[in-house]
């Protein structure tokens, strides 16, 4: 599991060509979307993951665009990618869990809480790279949300007794010396 979540990946999020259900049609669609991330790890650049990316997509035999492809372009090149880079990204940031303040993290939460899960990384597009290139200081996520929460779902949730644990958690973590 650890190799699993540590391992850089290449995410599909969501694809859409035509039409389903009722208004599906018996043709070749004339273009396909798909929204896809890069899970990036430590020590990987996320400039530089994205223009390997794109250099692949490009010896697929894709002329790269970034506008709408117009008549002119299509006459030009057979085959058109649209590149539209919303998100810049971050780099990965990974923190030791048995430096120091790691450990001191450990000991408060443990004390507030008892025993407690210990996660080598957790995913997300937080902006904890610009913290740590800033700060050059490790960062470390406590969660306090339930397992089960569906983050990001249409049901998503945290249960109270979520809150009040949390409250606990966080006034340990600011106890420390």
Not at 35 to 61: C, F, N, P, T, Y
């Amino acid at each position: 599991m650890e190799e699993l979540i540590t391992l850089p990946a290449l995410n599909l999020r969501g694809i859409s060509s035509a039409n389903v259900g009722a208004q599906s049609r018996n043709v070749v669609p004339a273009a396909a979307t798909a929204s896809i991330d890069i899970r990036l790890v430590a020590g990987m650049d996320a400039k530089r993951a994205i223009a390997k990316l794109v250099r692949h997509v490009e010896k697929q035999g894709y002329f790269i665009a970034s506008k709408e492809p117009d008549d002119a372009m299509r006459a030009a090149h057979p085959k058109i990618c649209k590149v539209d880079l919303r998100e810049s990204g971050y780099n990965a940031v990974r923190s030791r869990m048995d430096s120091p303040v790691s450990l001191k993290v450990l000991r408060a939460v443990e004390a507030a809480r008892g025993e407690v899960i210990r996660v080598p990384t957790l995913g997300g597009s937080l902006p904890i790279a610009p913290i740590y290139e800033t700060m050059r200081a490790p960062v470390i996520i406590v969660p306090i949300a339930n397992h089960d929460n569906n983050q990001h779902a249409h049901n998503e949730n945290i249960r109270i007794r979520n809150l009040w644990d949390g409250i606990e958690t966080m006034a340990a973590l600011l106890a420390i010396d």
